[in-house]
């Protein structure tokens, strides 16, 4: 069964820093495409970052420069390392399991979640 | 602002069909998908690659799409139906990911 539960969140100070896990179980993270998505209280949701099986990164224009997505595949975990955190940061983050299909390249869905954890950024 | 766009709220009467559009130009070019996100939970996967259904969906969800338009069409819904429900797909650099403001469906 694919289960995915994220860690990390908490309060921090404008400014500060945090860092966000995603253990997955149930398939092997580095053969997979992973991502994270957030979303503020009573938002949207907001697509934040992509880490590609070959290792290749991607970031939201709101978060690049600040964020940085990564894995440790001996642990089967998903890194989101966030700094110069800002209020607008504030927000439930979820990790997820992106298909990208290699026959129809503008296939792509989401199609695992984990359960979020929520990252508050106020003084 | 999100570069695909839905209409903010929908009603549709218990039994009734409704659809739900995600409009976008990155649509001419990639597949939307939609999630169903009930209050305090994790968005769930209802459609993919137009119209396709995972496993445990209910054959009342179908995607359509026409143009820079997608489409979700509940036929018959029920009161487990009523959710927040948001599109997604490529944005137009193909290397970043973009969802719709989201549809909050009321069930009557």
């Known amino acids: 069964e694919v289960q995915l539960v994220e860690s990390g969140g908490g309060l921090v100070q404008p400014g500060g820093s945090l860092r966000l896990s995603c253990a997955a179980s149930g398939f092997t993270v580095s053969s997979n495409y992973m991502s994270w998505v957030r979303q503020a209280p009573g938002k949207g949701l907001e697509w934040v970052s992509i880490i590609y099986s070959g290792g290749s990164t991607y970031h939201a224009d709101s978060v690049k420069g600040r964020f940085t997505i990564s894995r440790d595949n001996s642990k089967n975990t998903l890194f989101l390392q966030m700094s110069s955190l800002r209020a607008e940061d504030t927000a439930v983050y979820y990790c997820a399991r992106v298909v990208i299909s290699n026959t129809f390249g503008g296939l792509t869905y989401f199609d695992y979640w984990g359960q979020g954890t929520l990252v508050t950024v106020s003084s | 602002s999100s570069e695909l766009t839905q209409d903010p709220a929908v009603s549709v009467a218990l039994g009734q069909t409704v659809r739900i559009t995600c409009q976008g130009d990155?649509?001419?070019?990639?597949?939307a998908s939609w999630y169903q996100q009930k209050p305090g939970q994790a968005p769930v996967l209802v459609i993919y690659g137009t119209n396709k259904r995972p496993s445990g969906i209910p054959d009342r969800l179908s995607g359509s799409n026409s143009g820079n338009t997608a489409s979700l069409t509940i036929t018959g819904a029920q009161a487990e139906d009523e959710a927040d429900y948001y599109c997604?797909?490529?944005?137009?650099?193909?290397?970043?990911?973009?969802f719709g403001g989201g549809t909050k469906l009321t069930v009557l």
């Open positions: 990155s649509l001419r070019n990639y597949y």
């Open positions: 997604n797909s490529r944005d137009s650099s193909g290397y970043r990911w973009v």
